[in-house]
Every structure is written in C-alpha cells, then in structure tokens.
C-alpha cells in the first residue's frame, strides 16, 4: 500500500487502515499478521515526518522454549522521510530516517521492517515459557558472567 506523503501531509486528521501481512516476516511470527495502523504525515522544511502506531493481536514462537504465544502488539514509531542521504544523517540522532526519491512510501513494507525491529523474540516472563524446556534454560543474574 503506498502512502503519497504530500496528499498525506494536506490532510488534518489520522488516516486508518487494516493491514494483512503475510510476506518478509520475520521468522518468529507466524503469518498472517493483522494489524491496525493509523498514520499521519507533516511536511517539514526539507523532509517529512511520518507516525505510525500500529496495534494487534500476533502469534509469536518463542526463541527460548519454541513454543507459541499470542501478543498484544502496540507500537508507536516517528520516521523522517528524506529526499538524499544527506538530510538524513543531519536527522538520525533525532529519528528513524528514511531515504527517498519521491513522496511515495510502502506502508506494508514500513510496518514488516518494524516487526522486525519491535516484536518481541520470547516470552517477556521466563514462567510463561514451556515447563519441560524452561527446566534447561539458565539466566546468570549478571549478563556478563558466564553460567
């Protein structure tokens, strides 16, 4: 789905959209994906800034036990959208950048890439993953000391 972030920018309010996906996920969910996003664009003075929250229900396999669990996705993200490399290094401390030719962007791909980025790879509490797999997995309280 492609956003024309000029037409985008003109308009006031929020636009919203469901989203499937189902290609260039990352390994760990399990397609398909559906998603809510609602996004907004502003045009600043060389560039654009595109938000993004995007919210659902995915199915994640946990890296640590392998099995499945259901996750309550939300995630806000704010991207400048750069015409040339060099706006883009001026902007990166502050955002997420973006290199474009035009004011065209592909929301699916937008939102893969961040899946990839913020999903989550395991279980966020080690007693939620598998009793017989948990019973081998050994966390050092210091991240640097060898078990």
């Known amino acids: ?4 972030l000029k037409t985008c920018a003109k308009t006031a309010e929020p636009e919203s959209v469901q989203l499937e996906l189902t290609e260039r996920m990352p ?3 399990a397609p398909p994906c559906l998603l809510s996003c609602s996004y907004a664009a502003k045009a600043m003075t060389n560039y654009f800034l595109l938000t993004l929250n995007v919210s659902g229900d995915i199915t994640i396999e946990c ?3 392998l099995t499945q669990f259901l996750y309550n996705y939300n995630n806000s993200t704010t991207l400048a959208i750069c015409d040339n490399d060099a706006q883009a290094e001026k902007l990166m401390d502050e955002y997420e950048c973006i290199v474009t030719k035009n004011s065209l962007v592909n929301l699916v791909e937008l939102i893969t ?3 990839h ?3 989550p790879e395991y279980h966020s509490d080690i007693t939620k993953c598998d009793a017989e797999v948990s019973k081998f997995i050994h966390f050092s309280p210091n991240i640097n000391e060898k078990l």
């Not at 789905?1 to 024309?4: E, F, R, S, V």
């Open 1 to 4: 789905m492609l956003i024309d």
């Open 27 to 29: 390994s760990r969910v």
């Open 63 to 65: 890296q640590r036990c």
């Open 113 to 115: 890439d961040e899946l």
């Open 117 to 119: 980025l913020c999903s």
